[in-house]
């Protein structure tokens, strides 16, 4: 579970850079990591597993852990089972081992929003696919990747160069589609869907 080289790099430089993200610490075992959640009191734990028998521990261990904290779990195997328990946790993420550092910060970001995230690879496979009586159209889809980027209104209407009238407009048409309560609840549905990814 010891992250690789690239990715201790890269954890060492959220702890000292970035104001959004602070590395609680970090754990080589299962035992050690439920230890590490319950004196930290950890927001998330990203578990990078690396090799077959890490990914049959992390089996046995998901539940137990994922009752003290949201878990982004870095997978050789995109399992549906385990996709599914993180999905009943009410948050969590599951994406490839591979998964560049890019896609792991915005699935932390994602999670620590209340968000289920998922490798696009899944939506083939879930058990609960979501089904819209509309479909988006193209610029709707890009607005929904933008607000999954945590852009709001302005920031949203400036990069595609169109009014904030406009964007609220989007929003209200992809909200109706959706069926979603909220800008949050559209984009846990958009991407549990494989409508837009990470």
């Given at each position: 579970?010891?992250p690789?080289?690239?990715?201790?790099?890269?954890?060492?430089?959220?702890?000292?850079?970035?104001?959004?993200?602070?590395?609680?610490?970090?754990?080589a075992?299962?035992?050690?990591?439920r230890?590490?959640?319950a004196?930290t009191?950890?927001?998330?734990?990203?578990i990078?597993?690396q090799?077959e028998?890490?990914?049959?521990?992390?089996?046995?261990?998901?539940?137990?852990l994922l009752?003290?904290t949201?878990?982004?779990?870095?997978?050789?195997k995109?399992?549906?089972?385990?996709?599914?328990?993180i999905?009943?946790?009410?948050s969590?993420?599951l994406?490839?081992?591979?998964?560049?550092?890019?896609?792991?910060?915005q699935?932390?970001?994602s999670?620590?929003?209340?968000?289920?995230?998922?490798d696009?690879?899944?939506a083939d496979q879930?058990?609960?696919?979501?089904?819209?009586?509309e479909?988006l159209?193209?610029?709707?889809?890009?607005?929904?990747?933008?607000?999954?980027?945590?852009?709001?209104?302005?920031?949203?209407?400036?990069?595609?160069?169109?009014s904030?009238?406009?964007?609220?407009?989007?929003?209200?048409?992809?909200?109706?589609k959706?069926?979603?309560?909220?800008?949050?609840?559209?984009?846990?549905?958009?991407?549990?869907s494989?409508?837009?990814?990470?």
């Amino acid at each position: 579970m010891t992250p690789s080289p690239a990715r201790e790099k890269w954890l060492s430089k959220c702890a000292g850079g970035d104001p959004e993200i602070r590395v609680a610490g970090r754990a080589a075992t299962f035992p050690f990591l439920r230890s590490l959640m319950a004196e930290t009191a950890a927001d998330i734990s990203l578990i990078d597993v690396q090799s077959e028998a890490q990914y049959a521990t992390a089996r046995d261990w998901l539940h137990e852990l994922l009752d003290l904290t949201p878990i982004v779990l870095l997978s050789p195997k995109l399992d549906q089972s385990m996709f599914n328990e993180i999905r009943r946790a009410g948050s969590g993420g599951l994406l490839r081992s591979d998964a560049s550092l890019e896609q792991i910060v915005q699935a932390i970001r994602s999670v620590a929003a209340g968000l289920t995230v998922f490798d696009s690879a899944l939506a083939d496979q879930s058990t609960e696919p979501e089904s819209f009586t509309e479909q988006l159209t193209p610029r709707e889809i890009e607005v929904l990747r933008l607000l999954a980027d945590g852009l709001g209104n302005k920031d949203i209407a400036m990069k595609l160069d169109i009014s904030e009238h406009t964007i609220k407009f989007h929003i209200r048409s992809i909200l109706g589609k959706l069926g979603a309560a909220s800008r949050t609840d559209a984009v846990a549905r958009g991407l549990r869907s494989g409508l837009i990814e990470l």
